[in-house]
């Protein structure tokens, strides 16, 4: 295969079903002939770093010297000691939002026809902090933090992807009424830099409102703009909305590097049967590749893809159909 | 009026449609001859203690003196140096719990029937300890309060809320992966407490997670307990999937005593014109009398409001009926 004009990206596999879908991904871009090269790399099972990290020193450095990687589901070992690797990847490569598009799906049968959202959550801060601690027995203190420079960074994010996105309308999401301070400090952000989108209509919903809405009548929301804890239940729920984890992109933005992922879990019941759905890592990498400006390439891909789903010939188990993942597959090759 | 073995409760009209939403329930009440005595209070537009609330100290004594009270929407005055009502009442008179029961109404066209869920919502710490400050110019330190002696109350609460109302099964949401030590010790708290409920399910779900389930396919879901933030947020969420904040009922709970209150607003653009829907204060008056173990006026009222849903003829315009509250009132009395 030609190296030259090809650009190396990461890839991980994954636990559980993530080396069939990595599979189906692989062999679908093979046969889209996208230029890109995978250069495979692990998440461990024991921690490999003094903090108690799952993935290598070199690993992380590579995917900022590489800039775009592709990830399956993992399994987090528990106990102490270790860090999620999902947290470890945003802190360490500071993957400061999160952004999560959730769109109605042709031939998916879902209370909602007509969604078509985006989560962009801040993946850095808020309740993730990490700070905890017992002030009296009995009395745990957690520390929420805001800053002004993660706020200024996920409201710019959200602006800039509204724009290149065609978007029409941004939405920030918040509790400011109980959080003054906290959540004010962000909603006074987004307000300022939405000056500087004057084309975007912005405005402002609590986020109890915000979940009375989508669950209500999803269809009229756009772009939404959240702290982190808001984003983490948000984006579950714009995935409920749409059929499924298994069909929903994820992307992890940062300054350096993006990492792209499914975020669906391992479903080790299935694994190794052939039976898995590789929609969710598949649109993912469409997503990078769109990020990668290979819009032709993502774009062809994407269609065959909807057009499968559509059809409803070849779905896996999930979705109420028979066909294995290379069955699913093979059909989404034959219309590339 | 005979007023002997009348029992005297608070009302709380409220503003906008508060009103008239209150004779609704004041009508029907009279016609099902509850043996109730209603006592009028106001809540003030101007701060009435240091503390900037909105209440006197009186009425929040009496409310503790006559243990039942039902409020109906109010304007919080925007600005700085007040505390919204609704954190006054919780906080004042430690009205720890906050039930909001969610069910189908036959006759109420939404994208799932078959939903029957309890949201049982921490109210008083957590998130909303109002405790935050800058500590360094643009980082907003915002502290998260989790109490053994909270988690406890909340706890027990909800298991004896299922055992009273027949309830199969509570499910704990938490993000405790991530607040190890805060939603920790919830979890915790939780499972020590499932312990004397053997006859309940007991499960616990990352409140991600729940969203998802929630948005996705709620008919499986019975009662949730967790703290005041998701709590927000999913009674919400609930109310969305059901048909409206219109249409749920909301109950308050301290060991002292209990405020219910229909959670809608008031509605300012048709105040005054009797075309509101009184069946959110209506529902949380009839969880009301369920509490003062006035059962059988209870479901009777409940019956035939259901009954007047179902049939569909006199239903106000957020229904898409055509009657006035008056209208729809006398079609529940004549029901009765
Ligand atoms: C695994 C967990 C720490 C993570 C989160 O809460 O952010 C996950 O739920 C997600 O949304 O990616
Ligand atoms: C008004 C506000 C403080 C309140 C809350 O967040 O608790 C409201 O949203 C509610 O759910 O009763």
Avoid at 39 to 56: S, Y
Avoid at 238 to 264: F, M, P, Q, R, W
Avoid at 307 to 330: A, R
């Amino acid at each position: 295969r030609p190296q030259f004009n090809y650009q190396k990206v990461i890839l991980f596999p994954g636990d559980g079903i993530g080396p069939e879908i990595s599979k189906a991904v692989i062999d679908i871009f093979d046969a889209a002939k996208v230029p890109i090269e995978w250069e495979f790399h692990e998440i461990h099972k024991k921690r490999v770093t003094d903090q108690g990290d799952l993935i290598t020193e070199e690993t992380l450095k590579q995917v900022k010297a590489l800039k775009y990687a592709l990830k399956g589901p993992f399994e987090t070992p528990i106990g102490k000691g270790y860090r999620s690797i999902n947290v470890t990847l945003r802190k360490r490569l500071q993957l400061f939002a999160n952004v999560r598009p959730c769109k109605s799906i042709k031939g998916v049968m879902t209370p909602y026809p007509g969604v078509d959202v985006v989560t962009i959550r801040e993946n850095t801060e808020g309740e993730y902090s990490g700070l905890e601690h017992e002030v009296v027995p009995g009395v745990v203190e957690n520390l929420k933090i805001v800053s002004y420079n993660a706020c200024q960074n996920i409201a710019q994010y959200a602006f800039e992807y509204a724009r290149a996105n065609n978007r029409k309308q941004v939405v920030a999401c918040h509790k400011a009424g109980v959080m003054k301070q906290g959540d004010g400090l962000f909603l006074k952000v987004c307000d300022d830099v939405a000056k500087n989108y004057p084309e975007i209509e912005f405005s402002e919903e609590q986020i109890d409102t915000m979940a009375f809405k989508l669950a209500n009548d999803p269809t009229k929301i756009d772009v939404m703009v959240m702290p982190n804890l808001y984003g983490d239940i948000v984006s579950d729920l714009c995935a409920g909305l749409i059929g499924g984890l298994g069909l929903t992109a994820s992307g992890n933005i940062g300054k350096d590097c993006e990492v792209y992922e499914a975020v669906h879990g391992t479903a080790p019941d299935i694994a190794g049967k052939n039976l898995a759905n590789p929609t969710a890592l598949l649109l993912s990498g469409i997503m990078m590749l769109k990020a990668m400006r290979l819009n032709d390439y993502a774009n062809r891909i994407e269609n065959a893809t909807y057009s499968v789903l559509e059809e409803g010939k070849f779905l896996t188990g999930d979705l109420g159909g028979k066909s294995t993942t290379s069955d699913y597959t093979k059909a989404i090759i034959d219309k590339l």
